[in-house]
Every structure is written in C-alpha cells, then in structure tokens.
C-alpha cells in the first residue's frame, strides 16, 4: 500500500480509539505524573482506604442487572477481595465492550465472516485488556476506576491467595512495556495487529484476517519510524511482546478457572464467561 | 460458535449504544 494510504489507516485507527476508550495513556501518565491540576486520583493503600474508595469503584458501572445484584449481595463475611474482583468484572466486561466497538472500527473487519469476528474477540481481547492496562501502570501501582483510583501494588499483593498472584505478573510486564514509550497513536495500531491476529483456534478463512493484518502491520511499522526515528527496532521488539502476552493470558485464564473451583461465592461475569470458557 | 457466545455476538451485531452486560 502506499504510504499516505497508511498514514491515513494510522489516522482512522487512532480516531476509533479515541472515541472508545475513555483513559487514554496521555491522561493517565498526566494523573500518574501529578500534571493535572487538583484531581489528583484517590490512593488504595490498605483495607481501610479500599473501603473508603469503594463508592468511587462502584459509582460509574453499568446499570443494575442480575450480576450486579448478586455483587451488592456479598457481605463483608465474603471476604474485601471477592467484592472487589466482582467490581473489576464489571469494569472488564464494560472494556470488552469498548474493545469491540475498537474492533469494528477496524477497516474491513465486520466484513469477515461473523464466526471469526467472534473468535478474534474472544481470543484478543484480554490481550488488549493487558496491553492497555500497562499505561495506568508504573512500579509502584495501578490506576483503577478511570483514573479516579490509584491503587498501590503492594497492596494488591498483600490480598489472601490467589487475589494477590493476579496483578503481579501484568505489573512485571508493563513496567518491561511500558520502556518502549508508545503513545496513544501507536498503541492503536498495535490493539489492532493483536486483534487480527491469524493463528487463533478455529478460524474458518484465515488470509482476509491475514490481508488485513498485513496492512496495519505496514501502518504500524511507518508509524514508529516516523513516531519513534531514534528507537533502533522498535517495531520487532513490539511483535516480540505479543509472545510475552500469550503466556500471560494463559495464566490469568488458568487462575480464574482455580478461582471458580476454590472461591465457593464466586460468580464470573457472563461475558467473561463466554470468553474464557475453552480459551486455553 | 455464535449460540456458544450470544453477549458477544450481540455486541458485534448491535451498534455502538451501549449494551446492556
């Protein structure tokens, strides 16, 4: 393809992201950086503080359905970490919306057969859910709620097992990630590549999946050397983290599996259910 | 595959209002 031709595939992608995604990594480095102004975000820190900033958790999900009203049903005798899993259940099922609408946004994409356009969520998105919790990330924590929460990673790992061994791995990743100092524009096109990916399991036509990744592939690869000039390959040191990801998704979908057998009120959001049911 | 992923499957379907999960 030609080169303006990509640069405005760049351009719309970057457009669809922005629509979609409400925390852009430009707002939350200016919260994590302390540049904005007086809403600095609310610190999580012990049980204490989780309690306190659970009405911001609670105060922008969805509206009331059934799920919903079986997480406001837990008592405190439930344990804090299954109340709190249950409302990041919520604010991941309203991602993977997001994530979908991105998706669509994809030139081409609701063009494919609509079997696949399933099986390509099913498997990318908690690929894109990793990847676009590294920008609310740093060492020390993560932002939660929009952006309204910073929660400390100490904290996360002071949870009971296995709540603690959830964070820690996408902690361990992200800081890695977040090195390679993508911007908002790059990481669009990159959501993309992971979304088309051609290898997932039970593809019924894989080459227009593989066409279409072809082409956001090349956007991408002008994108960071345009974006990125002094960055020696940074675009082969990106794909090399989609191998990374790979394993990370298998080991969060292999501890929610340990979740449901062990945590006996435990109940996974019918989406992520869908999702992770025979995923890995 | 589509019966298997029904929420999913409608929120590929449905436009871009949101969708009641």
Redesign the interface.
Request: net charge positive; charged share 25%.
């Given at each position: 393809p030609e080169a303006a031709d990509l640069r405005a595939l760049a351009r719309h992608l970057y457009e669809a992201y922005l629509k979609y995604f409400p925390l852009t990594k430009a707002k939350a480095r200016a919260i994590l950086s302390g540049k904005t102004g007086d809403s600095a975000p609310f610190v999580i820190h012990d049980m204490k503080s989780l309690m306190e900033g659970e009405q911001f958790i609670n105060c922008r999900q969805?509206?009331i359905?059934e799920h919903q009203q079986q997480t406001s049903a837990l008592t405190a005798a439930h344990g804090v970490e299954l109340r709190f899993f249950h409302s990041c259940q919520?604010r991941s099922?309203?991602a993977?919306?997001e994530v979908?609408?991105f998706a669509?946004s994809i030139p081409g994409f609701?063009d494919l057969d609509?079997?696949d356009?399933?099986?390509l969520?099913?498997y990318g998105v908690i690929e894109v859910l990793i990847i676009m919790m590294a920008p609310l990330m740093n060492k020390d924590g993560t932002l939660i709620s929009y952006g309204q929460i910073f929660m400390t990673r100490e904290f996360l790992k002071s949870l009971r097992k296995p709540f603690c061994q959830m964070m820690e791995p996408k902690f361990e990743f992200s800081v890695k990630f977040n090195t390679l100092e993508l911007d908002d524009s790059d990481m669009a096109l990159f959501l993309a590549v992971i979304i088309l990916s051609g290898d997932r399991p039970?593809l019924l036509n894989v080459k227009p999946i593989e066409q279409l990744q072809e082409t956001v592939l090349h956007s991408l690869e002008l994108q960071l050397k345009l974006n990125h000039p002094d960055s020696l390959q940074l675009f082969a040191k990106l794909l090399q983290k989609m191998t990374d990801l790979r394993q990370i998704v298998t080991d969060h979908v292999h501890l929610i599996q340990l979740l449901k057998k062990t945590e006996v009120d435990m109940c996974l959001?019918?989406?992520l259910q869908?999702?992770m049911?025979d995923l890995y | 595959l589509k019966e298997k992923h029904k929420i999913l499957h409608q929120l590929l379907q449905n436009s871009t209002s949101p969708v009641d999960l």
């Open positions: 969805m509206p359905q919520s099922a309203e993977v919306r979908t609408e669509k609701v609509l079997n356009q399933v099986t969520l099913k039970g959001h019918p989406l869908e999702i049911k | -």
